[in-house]
């Protein structure tokens, strides 16, 4: 079982023998945080400068063409070292974090983001201390053509306090956030699992819960973004996050209204990734709405299209 005291011995060896990597962390101590209340929520924004290759790239199949996959082990630097924790799959410090703790599950083979890979939840039964993020091809993904998920500690999403809360461990199955009696934001399925019968075929519809293309109406499996964490009763826990858009309309703007945000799994989880100084200090509560409305489902989309999805 993978424990904090693994993990930190792991990125000490790892800061040992990968010159540069410890610059990118201590770099995480000049980034800044702010938090805007919204109903019910306080969604935090985070000033991080060092993410601005991953917000602002391009992932169009013609891109993704041209350029070397970085997460295929023969394009990854000789010192990025993984540390054993599911079979098939290589776990990685992130060079480009968000969090002190960022590290990123890499499919052993050259496969693209189709669906949202069951193998997160032998992940997080390894590593309870660990949630497990995973972004759907055309929901926050920078390398939709490589298999992968992402971890940090679970008390760095504001939103598994509140699914906690609202969700109780001892009411199995799926429920959407709209019945949690507070005002949020952000719309999503919430689902506790348990180890029987009935958990395992909820579990197998895990892949197909997804969202849509706003343009065609279209169901897409690469609108999706997904938390998979243990709670502290040992329950597995499953947060949904549906989607209809990639970025906000502000993300393509040509003027002072430009917000230079994509949002990917820890956007819709409620803490808000910034790479300019300029967004991070202008950005209001109209426009993280206004993000969520765009990117995420609003709640009659939620429960009108969960049917279409079992």
Not at 285 to 300: F, K, N, Q
């Amino acid at each position: 079982m993978l424990t904090l005291e693994t993990i930190n011995d792991f990125y000490d060896r790892q800061f040992r023998d990968w010159p540069g990597l410890r610059e990118h962390y201590d770099a995480l101590l000049k980034t800044q945080r702010r938090i805007i209340h919204i109903g019910d929520m306080n969604i935090g924004l985070q000033f991080n400068p060092g993410r601005i290759k991953s917000t602002a790239s391009n992932v169009d199949s013609s891109s993704l063409a041209r350029r070397p996959c970085f997460l295929c082990k023969a394009n990854r630097p000789t010192q990025q070292q993984p540390l054993p924790l599911i079979d098939g799959w290589d776990c990685l410090i992130n060079p480009y974090p968000i969090f002190p703790v960022h590290l990123t599950i890499v499919s052993k083979a050259h496969e693209p983001q189709e669906e949202t890979p069951l193998d997160m939840v032998a992940a997080a039964d390894q590593a309870p201390c660990l949630a497990f993020f995973y972004n759907g091809a055309r929901a926050g993904a920078s390398a939709p053509d490589h298999l992968h998920f992402q971890a940090t500690v679970k008390e760095e999403f504001p939103i598994i306090p509140i699914v906690e809360r609202y969700h109780p461990a001892n009411k199995s199955g799926l429920i959407s956030s709209t019945e949690f009696p507070i005002d949020l934001p952000i719309n999503f399925w919430s689902i506790v699992i348990l180890p029987d019968p009935d958990g395992m075929q909820l579990l197998s519809i895990l892949p197909k819960l997804y969202g849509f293309d706003s343009k065609t109406g279209s169901p897409d499996p690469g609108m999706v973004n997904v938390l998979v964490w243990m709670d502290s009763e040992r329950k597995l826990r499953i947060v949904v996050f549906p989607r209809k858009r990639h970025r906000p309309e502000m993300y393509f703007a040509k003027d002072e209204r430009q917000r230079i945000v994509s949002p990917g799994a820890v956007d819709m989880a409620g803490l808000l990734i910034l790479p300019r100084q300029e967004d991070f200090e202008r950005l209001t509560a109209e426009e993280v709405m206004s993000i969520y409305d765009e990117c995420g489902l609003t709640a009659e989309e939620l429960n009108d299209y969960l049917p279409l999805c079992r």
